[in-house]
Protein backbone atom coordinates (compact mmCIF):
# COMPACT_ATOMS: atom_id res chain seq x y z
CA UNK A 1 0.00 0.00 0.00
CA UNK A 2 1.50 3.66 -1.04
CA UNK A 3 1.78 5.55 2.06
CA UNK A 4 0.36 9.11 1.96
CA UNK A 5 2.02 12.20 1.14
CA UNK A 6 3.01 14.60 3.82
CA UNK A 7 0.35 17.15 2.23
CA UNK A 8 -2.22 14.47 2.14
CA UNK A 9 -1.54 14.00 5.81
CA UNK A 10 -2.18 17.68 6.67
CA UNK A 11 -6.26 18.11 7.92
CA UNK A 12 -8.30 19.70 5.35
CA UNK A 13 -8.47 22.57 6.26
CA UNK A 14 -4.88 23.75 7.41
CA UNK A 15 -3.81 21.98 3.90
CA UNK A 16 -6.21 24.41 1.94
CA UNK A 17 -4.91 27.49 3.76
CA UNK A 18 -1.45 26.70 3.55
CA UNK A 19 -2.13 26.40 -0.33
CA UNK A 20 -4.09 29.92 -0.09
CA UNK A 21 -1.59 31.78 1.63
CA UNK A 22 1.33 30.08 -0.89
CA UNK A 23 -0.98 31.40 -3.70
CA UNK A 24 -1.21 35.09 -2.66
CA UNK A 25 1.88 35.07 -1.91
CA UNK A 26 3.09 34.09 -5.47
CA UNK A 27 0.89 36.38 -7.04
CA UNK A 28 2.47 39.15 -4.86
CA UNK A 29 5.61 38.32 -5.98
CA UNK A 30 4.16 38.90 -9.61
CA UNK A 31 2.55 42.29 -8.57
CA UNK A 32 3.46 43.48 -5.28
CA UNK A 33 1.68 47.19 -5.33
CA UNK A 34 -1.28 45.31 -6.86
CA UNK A 35 -1.71 43.00 -4.44
CA UNK A 36 -0.91 44.81 -1.10
CA UNK A 37 -3.17 47.85 -2.26
CA UNK A 38 -5.82 46.00 -3.00
CA UNK A 39 -5.88 43.08 -0.40
CA UNK A 40 -3.89 44.13 3.02
CA UNK A 41 -6.15 45.46 5.61
CA UNK A 42 -6.19 49.61 5.16
CA UNK A 43 -7.07 51.47 8.29
CA UNK A 44 -11.24 51.74 7.64
CA UNK A 45 -11.47 55.42 7.08
CA UNK A 46 -8.77 55.45 4.55
CA UNK A 47 -9.17 55.75 1.06
CA UNK A 48 -7.73 53.02 -0.07
CA UNK A 49 -10.16 50.64 2.17
CA UNK A 50 -11.94 47.55 0.35
CA UNK A 51 -14.93 45.62 2.21
CA UNK A 52 -13.09 42.29 1.47
CA UNK A 53 -9.42 43.22 3.10
CA UNK A 54 -10.51 42.01 6.63
CA UNK A 55 -10.59 38.88 5.35
CA UNK A 56 -8.13 38.78 2.48
CA UNK A 57 -5.80 40.54 4.58
CA UNK A 58 -5.59 37.06 6.70
CA UNK A 59 -3.64 35.62 3.42
CA UNK A 60 -0.48 38.61 2.80
CA UNK A 61 2.40 38.09 3.69
CA UNK A 62 5.30 40.92 3.19
CA UNK A 63 8.08 38.33 2.30
CA UNK A 64 9.19 34.92 2.43
CA UNK A 65 10.44 34.83 6.12
CA UNK A 66 6.92 36.60 7.11
CA UNK A 67 5.03 33.69 5.06
CA UNK A 68 7.74 30.89 6.13
CA UNK A 69 7.16 31.19 10.24
CA UNK A 70 3.48 31.69 9.42
CA UNK A 71 3.06 29.18 7.79
CA UNK A 72 5.52 26.80 9.70
CA UNK A 73 3.36 27.66 12.87
CA UNK A 74 0.16 26.73 11.18
CA UNK A 75 0.96 23.21 9.89
CA UNK A 76 2.80 22.47 13.14
CA UNK A 77 -0.03 23.12 15.25
CA UNK A 78 -2.86 23.89 13.21
CA UNK A 79 -2.80 20.06 12.00
CA UNK A 80 -3.15 19.13 16.11
CA UNK A 81 -5.77 21.87 17.07
CA UNK A 82 -7.83 20.39 13.52
CA UNK A 83 -7.56 17.17 14.61
CA UNK A 84 -9.01 18.24 17.88
CA UNK A 85 -11.56 19.90 16.54
CA UNK A 86 -12.69 18.67 13.89
CA UNK A 87 -12.94 20.21 10.00
CA UNK A 88 -16.07 22.83 10.62
CA UNK A 89 -14.61 23.87 14.01
CA UNK A 90 -11.43 24.56 13.26
CA UNK A 91 -12.59 26.58 10.35
CA UNK A 92 -14.97 28.77 11.99
CA UNK A 93 -11.87 29.13 14.43
CA UNK A 94 -9.70 30.38 12.32
CA UNK A 95 -11.59 33.01 10.98
CA UNK A 96 -12.56 34.29 13.86
CA UNK A 97 -9.57 34.61 15.41
CA UNK A 98 -8.55 36.40 12.18
CA UNK A 99 -11.33 39.09 12.77
CA UNK A 100 -10.57 39.42 16.18
CA UNK A 101 -7.48 39.64 15.13
CA UNK A 102 -7.64 42.66 12.91
CA UNK A 103 -10.62 44.34 15.04
CA UNK A 104 -8.22 44.75 18.44
CA UNK A 105 -5.84 46.01 16.07
CA UNK A 106 -7.89 48.89 14.47
CA UNK A 107 -9.14 49.93 18.03
CA UNK A 108 -5.76 50.42 19.08
CA UNK A 109 -5.26 52.48 15.72
CA UNK A 110 -8.10 54.47 16.13
CA UNK A 111 -7.54 55.57 19.85
CA UNK A 112 -4.09 56.53 18.74
CA UNK A 113 -5.23 58.49 15.78
CA UNK A 114 -8.16 60.35 17.67
CA UNK A 115 -5.36 60.82 20.73
CA UNK A 116 -3.23 62.59 17.57
CA UNK A 117 -5.82 64.37 16.27
CA UNK A 118 -7.07 65.86 19.44
CA UNK A 119 -3.70 67.21 20.21
CA UNK A 120 -3.10 69.15 16.68
CA UNK A 121 -7.16 70.35 15.73
CA UNK A 122 -6.09 71.89 12.73
CA UNK A 123 -4.46 68.68 11.27
CA UNK A 124 -5.97 67.17 7.91
CA UNK A 125 -7.53 64.10 9.35
CA UNK A 126 -7.82 62.34 5.55
CA UNK A 127 -3.80 62.38 5.22
CA UNK A 128 -3.43 60.90 8.67
CA UNK A 129 -5.75 58.23 8.08
CA UNK A 130 -4.21 57.32 4.44
CA UNK A 131 -0.58 57.28 6.24
CA UNK A 132 -1.79 54.86 9.03
CA UNK A 133 0.16 51.27 7.19
CA UNK A 134 -1.78 48.68 6.24
CA UNK A 135 -1.69 45.51 8.22
CA UNK A 136 -1.36 42.06 6.29
CA UNK A 137 -0.62 38.55 7.78
CA UNK A 138 -1.79 35.02 9.15
CA UNK A 139 -0.23 36.24 12.45
CA UNK A 140 -3.49 37.06 14.60
CA UNK A 141 -5.17 33.54 13.27
CA UNK A 142 -1.51 31.56 14.12
CA UNK A 143 -1.91 33.10 17.27
CA UNK A 144 -5.03 32.09 18.06
CA UNK A 145 -4.06 28.49 16.70
CA UNK A 146 -0.79 28.40 19.04
CA UNK A 147 -3.20 29.49 21.98
CA UNK A 148 -5.88 26.56 21.44
CA UNK A 149 -2.81 24.13 21.12
CA UNK A 150 -1.08 25.51 24.68
CA UNK A 151 -5.34 25.11 25.96
CA UNK A 152 -5.87 21.95 23.99
CA UNK A 153 -2.45 20.01 24.79
CA UNK A 154 -1.25 22.00 27.63
CA UNK A 155 1.67 19.84 28.82
CA UNK A 156 3.13 19.08 25.30
CA UNK A 157 7.20 19.91 25.20
CA UNK A 158 8.34 22.14 23.00
CA UNK A 159 12.28 23.22 22.18
CA UNK A 160 13.19 26.32 20.50
CA UNK A 161 15.58 26.43 17.70
CA UNK A 162 17.09 29.33 19.39
CA UNK A 163 17.46 29.50 22.29
CA UNK A 164 17.38 25.63 22.46
CA UNK A 165 15.16 25.91 25.69
CA UNK A 166 12.39 23.08 26.28
CA UNK A 167 9.22 24.17 28.16
CA UNK A 168 5.38 23.33 28.26
CA UNK A 169 3.42 24.62 25.59
CA UNK A 170 1.56 26.90 28.05
CA UNK A 171 4.13 28.46 28.75
CA UNK A 172 6.07 29.48 26.04
CA UNK A 173 2.90 30.62 24.74
CA UNK A 174 2.22 32.91 27.99
CA UNK A 175 6.05 33.87 27.25
CA UNK A 176 4.94 34.88 23.28
CA UNK A 177 2.23 36.87 24.77
CA UNK A 178 3.78 38.60 27.70
CA UNK A 179 6.21 39.72 24.79
CA UNK A 180 3.44 40.72 22.89
CA UNK A 181 2.27 42.85 25.08
CA UNK A 182 5.07 44.64 26.35
CA UNK A 183 6.51 45.18 22.88
CA UNK A 184 3.12 46.38 21.87
CA UNK A 185 2.34 48.72 24.52
CA UNK A 186 5.99 50.37 24.79
CA UNK A 187 6.42 50.78 20.82
CA UNK A 188 9.98 48.91 20.98
CA UNK A 189 9.21 46.74 17.74
CA UNK A 190 7.89 49.32 14.99
CA UNK A 191 6.48 47.68 11.92
CA UNK A 192 4.85 44.72 13.96
CA UNK A 193 0.83 44.29 14.17
CA UNK A 194 1.51 43.59 17.91
CA UNK A 195 -2.02 44.19 18.83
CA UNK A 196 -3.11 41.46 15.96
CA UNK A 197 -1.21 38.64 17.50
CA UNK A 198 -2.89 39.70 20.81
CA UNK A 199 -6.38 39.79 19.16
CA UNK A 200 -6.17 36.86 17.79
CA UNK A 201 -4.58 35.15 21.17
CA UNK A 202 -7.88 36.99 23.18
CA UNK A 203 -10.39 35.57 20.64
CA UNK A 204 -8.64 32.49 20.65
CA UNK A 205 -9.08 31.89 24.33
CA UNK A 206 -12.33 32.92 24.10
CA UNK A 207 -13.68 30.75 21.66
CA UNK A 208 -11.93 27.35 23.11
CA UNK A 209 -12.77 28.80 26.52
CA UNK A 210 -16.64 29.00 25.39
CA UNK A 211 -16.71 25.75 23.53
CA UNK A 212 -15.53 23.51 26.45
CA UNK A 213 -17.88 25.55 28.56
CA UNK A 214 -20.52 24.45 26.73
CA UNK A 215 -19.45 21.33 26.50
CA UNK A 216 -18.99 21.46 22.45
CA UNK A 217 -15.46 19.67 23.36
CA UNK A 218 -13.78 17.94 25.57
CA UNK A 219 -11.13 18.89 28.35
Known amino acids: ?31 KEYMFDTFAMAYPLATGFRWWQPLTHMFM ?38 FGAVLLHTGVEYLQVRSL ?8 VQSIYNYIPAVLGASGAVYGVLVAFAML ?12 VTLDAKWW ?26 GGALFGFLLIFWWRKSGQISR
Open 1 to 31: MERPSFLQNIPVVTRNLLFINVIMFLATLVN
Open 61 to 98: HANFWHIFFNMYSLVMFGMMVERVLGTKKFLIFYFVTG
Open 117 to 124: IAANPGIN
Open 153 to 164: FPQARLTLIFPP
Open 173 to 198: VTIFIAIELITGITGTQMGIAHFAHL
